[in-house]
């Protein structure tokens, strides 16, 4: 694909177009030149990237769902949040009212691929995924805090 007719956040290797704050996280470029979004190292850094913060929404403010976990990455004020929340829940089978466990490899590389096709336009590759997800594991095992 040329790079020109990538997504934003495919070019930054942020598959889930986190923007920039104080917050750091492993496999994140040094040198920036995104002035909005972060620029990680690989894909699987932008994967692992999406997973800690997804589970630092559930640990710290309690969006343990994916209608209050979308609703917080993608907020109305920036979003058609209601129809992100109904594509990610036909995309995974997911209710969207559900419990989630963001320590759960059944789930969590589920609905991380199906909110970067949402951010990207176009499907996540499933191997980059599982690494970006065994780079979290390997970090934060089974319900540690979330991190950077």
Same mark, same amino acid.
């Given at each position: 694909?040329?790079?020109?007719?990538?997504?934003?956040?495919?070019?930054?290797?942020?598959?889930?177009?986190?923007?920039?704050?104080?917050?750091?996280?492993?496999?994140?470029?040094?040198?920036?030149?995104?002035?909005?979004?972060?620029?990680?190292?690989?894909?699987?850094?932008?994967?692992?990237?999406?997973?800690?913060?997804?589970?630092?929404?559930?640990?710290?403010?309690?969006?343990?769902?994916?209608?209050?976990?979308?609703?917080?990455?993608?907020?109305?004020? *920036? &979003?058609? /949040?209601? +129809?992100?929340?109904?594509? !990610?829940?036909?995309?995974?089978?997911?209710?969207? #009212?559900?419990?989630?466990?963001?320590?759960?490899?059944?789930?969590?590389?589920?609905?991380?691929?199906?909110?970067?096709?949402? *951010? &990207?336009? /176009?499907? +996540?590759?499933?191997?980059? !995924?599982?690494?970006?997800?065994?780079?979290?594991? #390997?970090?934060?095992?089974?319900?540690?805090?979330?991190?950077?």
């Amino acid at each position: 694909m040329n790079t020109l007719k990538k997504s934003r956040g495919l070019r930054n290797l942020n598959p889930g177009n986190i923007r920039r704050s104080k917050v750091r996280y492993k496999g994140e470029k040094a040198e920036s030149t995104d002035p909005e979004f972060r620029q990680f190292e690989s894909m699987e850094w932008g994967y692992r990237a999406m997973f800690v913060l997804l589970h630092t929404y559930s640990v710290r403010y309690g969006c343990d769902t994916l209608s209050k976990m979308i609703s917080r990455y993608a907020p109305p004020s *920036e &979003n058609d /949040t209601q +129809a992100y929340i109904r594509r !990610v829940a036909l995309r995974t089978g997911i209710d969207p #009212d559900r419990r989630i466990d963001t320590s759960d490899p059944s789930v969590m590389p589920k609905v991380v691929a199906a909110m970067s096709e949402v *951010e &990207n336009g /176009t499907g +996540a590759d499933r191997g980059e !995924v599982m690494r970006g997800w065994q780079l979290y594991v #390997d970090d934060f095992g089974e319900g540690e805090a979330g991190k950077p």
